[in-house]
């Protein structure tokens, strides 16, 4: 079925279409997000040129009102030619623009939908927490927020550090070893999929990549930070340099959404699991699909792997956990498990996250039931298990001494644990609300 867009876009060339009949909400912002706002944005205003709001757009950049400008650089005829680096937009887009333009700029976004693209978001309520992750260092923590992404001292003792984006949810996040880079996928639904890169010490964005037209999932970092992962909702993972943003491969070897990622402990291969409910073992140097890790069973929504081997544990649908490992020891067959190593016990709802400690001996495993359950990764005995949240648990993270885990889900509090016992160590709301919200807990 054809879109709107194309639609117009067709009808515009033909002379059918009444430049009125286009509009800046529907068909021109679109394009403007998809195409332009990774360097058109509050964080990141290229020519000090925003793209992400009317408002910003009729203000134009240090050359002069966009309005005059958008359709010139868009065509060629200003260098250099946009989007920078990447082909030239098709030829009814760049009309549907031209069109807009010839009738008059109008704006005809609705009053609700006005955007607030880089300033930190206003809080009634607790937003629901859809990421969590440590700092290397393990003095900090990041929090996934409206629109931002919150860096919190682990003791509490100062405010957090707010980074501000374009992404209304952010759904994952991942730290380089040294602390000096985070990465966060994310988008907002059905319009855009970002993967964000962070200057951790600066504050500042380094890149935003616009990847897909829906929000990305499980973006990991390899072991050496130079490459990044991410699952994608057009069944896909894309893996991107770390350096320029850029997307060195797309592989499109799933049938279906892709929700997590991980690099192998040597940063040479990635493993991948969705909806389809494969495990997929591919070369991230090529980008070549090299075979399923796992006997397909039930939908999957979380991997992790062990710190320093060739080992993953998966998770979905199905409820129970599964660890595999990386590499076959026998000649593959159909419908092969001869890579499952163990499998945990059943949870009381879906897994939506999963995490091995940094010494290896831990799996913490989370999902719609309100607990988290620690288990021994050799024996598969459970060791402990985590209480406090009041409803699904979508995020879990260990600290880097192993000491913490960190939780959060629908309740919107992000609570510590000791998980080798289970006492909650503290809780707390992540975000500023409007009235003062109470902290409850010990440190």
């Known amino acids: 079925m054809r879109t709107r867009r194309a639609i117009l876009a067709t009808l515009c060339l033909a002379g059918a279409l009444s430049a009125a009949d286009t509009s800046y909400y529907r068909d021109i912002r679109p394009i403007l997000q998809r195409q332009c706002q ?32 958008i359709v010139k650089y868009l065509t060629g005829e200003m260098k250099p030619q946009m989007p920078l680096g990447q082909p030239p937009l098709p030829a009814e887009q760049i009309d549907l623009v031209r069109t807009w333009i010839a009738a008059g700029a109008k704006d005809d976004t609705p009053a609700e939908e006005h955007e ?13 927490i859809t990421a969590i992750a440590f700092a290397p260092d393990g003095r900090s923590i990041a929090v996934s927020g409206n ?4 860096i919190h001292p682990v003791d509490g003792a100062a405010p957090p550090k707010r980074l501000a984006g374009l992404s209304e949810r952010i759904l994952s996040l991942a730290f380089s070893k040294d602390g000096s880079l985070l990465v966060a996928g994310g988008g907002t639904p059905a319009r855009f999929g970002e993967v964000q890169l962070w200057d951790l010490p600066a504050g500042t964005l380094r890149h935003s990549v616009t990847l897909t037209s829906d929000t990305v999932f499980g973006v990991s ?3 050496d930070a130079s490459r990044i992962a991410a699952g994608c909702t057009d069944n896909t993972v894309r893996i991107l340099d770390a350096a320029t943003g850029k997307v060195l491969f797309t ?14 402990a ?7 699991v969705g909806r389809d409910r494969a495990a997929k073992l591919t070369d991230a140097a090529s980008g070549g699909f090299l075979e399923n890790v796992n006997l397909l069973r039930g939908e999957l929504s979380a991997v992790a792997r062990h710190p320093n081997k060739e080992i993953v544990v998966i998770g979905g649908d199905e409820r129970v956990p599964y660890i595999y490992l990386m590499d076959r020891p026998k000649v593959m067959k159909i419908a092969d498990d001869t890579t499952l190593v163990r499998k945990l016990d059943r949870q009381n709802g879906a897994i939506a996250a999963l995490a091995w400690s940094p010494d290896g001996n831990l799996i913490a495993v989370a999902g719609a039931a309100p607990e988290v359950n620690i288990y021994d990764a050799e ?4 060791v402990s298990q985590c209480k406090g949240h009041t409803a699904g648990i979508y995020t879990v993270a260990f600290s880097p001494d192993g000491k913490l885990l960190a939780t959060g889900g629908f309740d919107g509090m992000a609570r510590l644990y000791d998980p080798a016992t289970g006492a909650l160590k503290r809780e707390f709301v992540p975000v500023p609300l409007e009235k003062a919200a109470e902290v409850r807990g010990s440190k």
């Open 251 to 264: 592989m499109g070897a799933h049938e279906n959404w892709v929700l997590g990622t991980v690099f192998g």
């Open 221 to 223: 970092l390899s072991p």
């Open 266 to 272: 040597d940063g040479k291969r990635i493993v991948s």
């Open 147 to 150: 629109r931002e992404i919150l």
């Open 379 to 382: 024996t598969g005995a459970r």
């Open 38 to 69: 990774g360097c058109h944005q509050p964080n990141l205003k290229s020519s000090n040129l925003d793209l992400t709001t009317y408002t910003a757009v009729a203000a134009g950049g240090k050359r002069g009102p966009a309005l005059g400008l």
């Open 116 to 128: 607030t693209a880089g300033k930190p978001s206003t809080y009634a309520l607790p937003p629901v």
